[in-house]
């Protein structure tokens, strides 16, 4: 599996939209792009994921460059529950190692 | 649905000793994942189960071990802990196979280990 670069943090002010950067330039076309989250000492939350198109969901969006190489989560109006640690992950499917980076920690400020 | 269950949740161990931690997935999926969380270390990969096979094995000594049973539920073990071996292990199912949904990963709370 592919490796992921992120900022190590990021501050967000409360109702304004965060957008999360993911670099992945060794991603191999089959990986799909996923993005988790994870509010202090919890299990890690599903977010979203794309292969190749934009993606939106009830939560974020996924915005993935053309070329694949990278992505940008948007939390479209950040609240303070959104403050967490923000994992990208590339992955095929079962069968691979799943590589989890040191991920973004997002604060979100009121 | 029932989500993804880890027992126990807290356990305290001392030096030497064994561990088994237990991860019941959710309702038919078919692989289950093991990670390690330290402070230092962030999130590392164990090993992953699919119908009962491992697929595949992170950077641990064998010390840690892990097994998957008809039903999709997984046990790992660690034997003579060591101090460094504190942590919040976590275990995520999938559906598994080929697809992009049948790879999101739902992960249980955890079991957060002590060694003293």
């Known amino acids: 599996d592919a490796k992921t670069t992120q900022p190590p943090s990021m501050d967000c002010a409360e109702g304004r939209a965060a957008n999360l950067p993911c670099n992945h330039s060794?991603?191999?076309?089959?990986?799909?792009v996923y993005w988790y989250r994870q509010i202090h000492s919890q299990g890690p939350q599903y977010i979203i994921h794309?292969?190749?198109n934009n993606e939106t969901n009830e939560m974020a969006s996924l915005i993935i460059t053309e070329d694949r190489k990278s992505s940008t989560l948007i939390l479209p109006h950040a609240t303070l529950r959104d403050t967490a640690v923000y994992y990208c992950i590339v992955r095929v499917r079962t069968g691979f190692k799943t590589i989890f980076g040191a991920g973004t920690r997002l604060f979100v400020k009121a | 649905k029932a989500g993804v269950t880890q027992t126990p949740r807290y356990l305290i161990k001392t030096r030497g000793q064994q561990v088994t931690l237990s991860c019941s997935p959710i309702?038919?999926?078919?692989?289950v994942s093991w990670y390690q969380q330290t402070p230092g270390q962030g999130l590392q990969f164990l090993f992953e189960?699919?119908?009962?096979?491992?697929?595949n094995k992170g950077n641990f000594p064998g010390r840690f071990s892990g097994r998957q049973f008809s039903n999709s539920r997984s046990e790992m073990n660690v034997s003579t802990l060591e101090l460094g071996d504190s942590a919040l292990y976590l275990c995520?199912?999938?559906?598994?196979?080929?697809?992009?949904?049948?790879?999101?990963?739902?992960f249980g709370a955890g079991s957060r280990l002590t060694v003293l």
């Open positions: 995520a199912s999938s559906r598994g196979g080929v697809g992009s949904g049948a790879n999101v990963l739902t």
């Open positions: 309702s038919g999926h078919r692989s």
């Open positions: 060794t991603i191999s076309g089959n990986e799909y």
């Open positions: 794309g292969l190749k």
């Open positions: 189960y699919f119908s009962e096979t491992q697929r």
